[in-house]
């Protein structure tokens, strides 16, 4: 089935064990199992009612058995005499028929037109599995099928959150990267320093410059205005004095046509100096 969500979906085979239960209890069948599909086969994980421990982890082929058969239709199937049925394969013979099994209904749990599951409702007598109990069955890979659509559904929105979550947070991260490249810029030797604010450059795209160029110093002290410090923390983080902070941060705004620091980062944001 669908990978499970690492918050909150459940196993999909306690649905399925849930499902086999009820149906066992309400339409007295006395065997009932089932399993999820994996690629293109079903594996056998629930029982009621079973003697034997052969079927449990058995892999259920697609187009082998009787389950094989009715997942590749889509459909629900059934025989009333397994051993000598000449509508399937009998590539499970030994499993099914040491459980003492001999009518048997195999129904499709169907997700968008997608078999997720298979239910199996078997009497180890030759009374055909129909009626009521086909109904049951029926109706159980119809709910189990409404379930796992809304779990699916879930994890599809937890996905986006969790991407939407991620593109919120990235430009925070992205500038607080490129203020680090610019605070370690300042007590690096020329090379490195050069270097760094190379890096710090590209996460901005670039050092567009559609008006008067500002200094590293400027933008030094932008770059951290932008991630909230005051003038006292971006001082203390860039090695200055709190006035000096504030003499970058008015011949920034000067370059920038800004009044205020808030609109000096924002401006330079546009003009790409800062991300």
Do not use: W
């Not at 082929?61 to 000449?86: E, F, I």
């Not at 209904?105 to 298979?118: H, K, N, Q, S, T």
């Not at 709910?143 to 959150?161: F, G, H, P, S, Y």
């Not at 002290?221 to 932008?226: D, M, N, T, Y």
Request: proline share 5%.
């Amino acid at each position: 089935m669908t990978t499970a969500s690492p918050l909150l979906r459940p196993r999909d085979t306690d649905a399925l064990r849930a499902e086999l239960r009820l149906v066992a209890a309400e339409g007295r069948v006395p065997v009932m199992f089932g399993g999820e599909v994996h690629g293109d086969g079903v594996l056998l994980s629930e029982f009621v009612g079973t003697r034997t421990s052969l079927l449990r982890g058995l892999v259920v082929r697609s187009r082998s058995g009787l389950g094989g058969a009715s997942m590749v239709t889509g459909r629900p199937l059934s025989v009333a005499d397994y051993a000598n049925a000449s509508t399937i394969t009998h590539d499970y013979d030994t499993p099914v028929l040491s459980e003492g099994m001999r009518s048997v209904l195999a129904v499709p749990v169907i997700v968008d037109g997608v078999p997720r599951a298979m239910l199996y409702g078997a009497y180890r007598s030759s009374a055909p599995v129909g009626g009521r109990t086909a109904d049951l069955v029926v109706a159980s890979a119809r709910r189990l099928a409404d379930e796992l659509r809304i779990r699916d559904e879930v994890d599809r929105r937890l996905r986006l959150r969790e991407a939407q979550t991620a593109t919120a947070v990235m430009p925070e991260l992205l500038r607080e990267v490129h203020a680090e490249l610019r605070r370690l810029a300042c007590d690096a030797d020329p090379e490195m320093r050069d270097e760094l604010q190379n890096l710090a450059n590209r996460l901005t795209g670039g050092d567009p410059q559609d008006g008067p160029p500002l200094t590293s110093r400027e933008l030094d002290v932008l770059a951290q205005v932008a991630m909230g410090c005051t003038n006292a923390e971006a001082a203390q983080r860039l090695s200055l004095k709190p006035e000096t902070v504030k003499s970058y941060l008015r011949s920034a705004a000067v370059k920038l046509g800004t009044h205020t620091r808030h609109e000096a980062v924002s401006r330079a944001r546009r003009r790409g100096l800062i991300p």
